[in-house]
């Protein structure tokens, strides 16, 4: 099956019951019993419900897995996984990964005894020195976010496993129609579905896949038992949205080509991130890794002074947080979503309050160019 093919027909099509083409939405907590224990494969919700087993089904197969997980959001995923991890256990983490992912780390794993060393592994040589003997997996986010730094996921697979650590894999960002983490080697790769995967702003969701029966077996348990799972109306509304992912970023990846060249161009702009461009120093292996480099693009307009001016002004740039969806959307990473990052920390980081960061829809793009245009004139 090829990718576009897949979306629409992975998984689990439709209902055997009734011949529905779409998966229906079953909302219900529990399952009549024909008898004690004598059940359909269901007997109550937080363990398994039909409609987000379709999605589940759906996302093993989109990462070339052996299980599938749905949680109730990206959080509630990264949390999940983190869980197979054990007081005392360290972990080594990409150093610009999602705010909220470093939060949970450094605010609630820590106080539960699970230290982490944040490096940029796009460095493969840094995830080698960090390595301890506590150390239990290596957590990568590829292309990363806002800087969008590229890290090799099958060399670090390489050095994970010489070490006998779990690799995981945040994939949000290149999403399973451009990237595949599983077949170049990680165990788990885990998704934000509230962003390409949902791809219409109108979920808040989580996703894993994982390589092995073992860790399939060890992510359900954790998944019924901390229960972090979401209702089977948020699952449907990712299977449906799944449906379009391949349309939606094959358009979003050329508009973001565009809009970084236009932006590259522009006296205004300092400096644009994004991995299409030949000039990212990332360029060669995304292009090895993933089949296409997303549409998170990011640049650094100056100041804060000159930011506000251009966030007052875009019209179908939309000011929020969040990416990933149909609309384009630009936020300023320091002030949103990496707020909870420390302002020292930010700024050894490159997160500076001129960065801009766009998260390009599927509209024209000369709409698009033509209101950043107006916006930095
Ligand atoms: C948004 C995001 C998360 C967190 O997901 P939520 O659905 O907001 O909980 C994790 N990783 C990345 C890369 C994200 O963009």
Do not use: C
């Amino acid at each position: 099956m090829r990718p576009k093919t897949q979306v629409i027909h992975a998984g689990i099509f439709g209902d055997e019951y009734t011949g529905s083409v779409s998966v229906p939405i079953y909302q219900t907590s529990t399952y009549k019993q024909e008898a004690v224990g004598k059940t359909k494969g269901y007997d109550y919700s937080r363990t398994a419900n039909p409609t987000r087993r379709a999605l589940e089904v759906l996302i093993q197969e989109l990462e070339h897995g052996k299980a599938g997980f749905a949680f109730g959001s990206g959080m509630a995923a990264i949390s999940s996984v983190l869980m197979l991890l054990n007081s005392g256990d360290h972990v080594v983490i990409t150093d610009d990964v999602y705010g909220g992912t470093f939060r949970v780390v450094d605010k609630v794993f820590k106080r539960l005894g699970i230290s982490a060393t944040f490096v940029d592994t796009s460095d493969p040589n840094q995830i080698t020195q960090a390595i301890t003997k506590q150390t239990k997996a290596v957590y990568l986010e590829t292309p990363t976010n806002p800087l969008l730094k590229v890290t090799d996921i099958r060399k670090a697979a390489q050095i994970a496993h010489q070490h006998q650590l779990l690799l995981i894999v945040d994939n949000t960002f290149a999403t399973p129609y451009w990237q595949h983490p599983l077949d170049l080697g990680a165990d788990i790769v885990l998704h934000s579905a509230t962003k390409y995967i949902g791809g219409h702003s109108d979920v808040v969701a989580g996703l894993v896949a994982v390589a092995s029966d073992d860790l399939a077996e060890k992510i359900g348990f954790i998944q019924n038992s901390v229960g972090a799972v979401p209702g089977p109306q948020d699952a449907w509304l990712l299977v449906r949205g799944i449906k379009t992912l391949g349309l939606r970023m094959e358009q979003i990846e050329k508009n973001a080509n565009k809009i970084a060249e236009y932006l590259q161009a522009h006296p205004k702009v300092k400096k644009v991130y994004y991995p299409g461009l030949a000039s990212h120093p990332g360029h060669a292996l995304a292009e090895k890794q993933a089949g296409g480099f997303g549409g998170m693009i990011s640049f650094d307009a100056g100041d804060e002074e000159t930011v506000n001016k251009i966030l007052a002004k875009t019209r179908y740039f939309t000011l929020a947080e969040s990416l990933g969806a149909v609309e384009s959307l630009i936020s300023v990473p320091a002030k949103m979503t990496h707020a909870s990052i420390p302002k020292p920390r930010r700024e050894e980081l490159g997160i500076t309050d001129g960065l801009i960061r766009l998260s390009v829809g599927i509209e024209d793009v000369e709409d698009l160019i033509e209101d950043l245009d107006q916006a930095l004139s």
